[in-house]
């Protein structure tokens, strides 16, 4: 995030936030991994069984198909969903982030303001994450001497073949699930962490790095508690045409999910979520604070 009125995008100070969100973008990585797989595949009993049969089969370098693309536009998501969230919440309260110590934003503000950041961040995302799905989803070894190539070869592959196939609009397969998964949860991941700062940090002074860590990592969670079932059938949205299951559109995902595999399908993946969501979302937020203060 960043401070009121001073988005990423115009501060070039900012962009180093980057560094920070590619680093945890790599540690979570695998375990993004193995979420989606669960989310989109029924060949897995669990997270030890996905992890230990993608080790077998894929060496370590499975855990980070997909990755590429993410490491690349992260520094694009993380100015859109913080800068607007800044500047959103300097529309709404006209104050700046030294101001709102003294006079902090209502709830509604933030919750707002972090809702519109969501939205656009989704839509900017939507392309990347379709890609990175895709990528994670193929379950072959490293290519072999002799033996077939998968069915995409990189990122940019991935891309230029979907696009051939299904069209412009095949690379925003999923974006309505997407938007509707980070528009609300943002919101409730700015909220959460304002308040639990609040909660800990006496009124006009700035949260200690242990609040902002405890924060961080709590408003991770909550987020991911929300965003899970949309996050699922966002992943079987964005891989369906690629096998013999294909969905009408996202209404008709959810109840043919239902039918097939019950309601506890919208919460694959929960565990592992909310567990690689803690630490993340600390260190995003601690990183944020860190550099707010140093350029603010």
Not at 36 to 41: C, Y
Not at 93 to 100: G, L, N
Not at 261 to 273: A, D, K, S, Y
Request: glycine share 10%.
């Amino acid at each position: 995030m960043t401070g009121a009125g001073e988005s990423v995008i115009n501060n070039p100070g900012r962009r180093r936030a980057s560094g920070p969100g590619a680093l945890g973008l790599v540690l979570g990585h695998p375990f993004d991994t193995v979420k989606v797989r669960l989310q989109t595949q029924t060949t897995y009993q669990g997270i030890i069984d996905c992890m230990v049969k993608t080790y077998r089969h894929e060496s370590l370098l499975g855990f980070f198909k997909g990755m590429s693309f993410p490491i690349v536009s992260i520094a694009v998501v993380n100015s859109i969903l913080f800068g607007v969230y800044s500047n959103a919440l300097l529309v709404l309260t006209a104050t700046s982030h030294q101001e709102r110590r003294a006079q902090p934003p209502s709830y509604t503000h933030v919750f707002i303001a972090g809702c519109t950041g969501g939205f656009l961040q989704a839509y900017c995302l939507a392309p990347f994450d379709l890609i990175k799905v895709r990528l994670q989803n193929q379950t072959e070894p490293r290519a072999q001497p002799g033996s077939p190539p998968p069915r995409y070869q990189g990122p940019v592959h991935c891309a230029a073949s979907i696009f051939q196939a299904e069209g412009p609009r095949g690379l925003f397969r999923g974006a309505w699930a997407l938007t509707l998964r980070d528009t609300p949860t943002l919101g409730i991941y700015f909220v959460t962490y304002e308040w639990l700062c609040r909660q800990s940090t006496p009124d006009g002074q700035n949260p200690s790095s242990a609040t902002v860590l405890v924060a961080g990592g709590f408003a991770g969670i909550t987020s991911w508690v929300t965003a899970t079932p949309l996050d699922v059938i966002k992943s079987r949205m964005q891989m369906a045409g690629l096998e013999q299951r294909a969905y009408r559109g996202l209404l008709d995902c959810v109840v043919s999910s239902v039918r097939q595999e019950g309601l506890g399908v919208f919460f694959r993946g929960l565990t592992i979520n909310s567990a690689r969501a803690f630490p993340v979302n600390a260190v995003t937020f601690l990183s944020y604070e860190y550099l707010l203060h140093s350029w603010g």
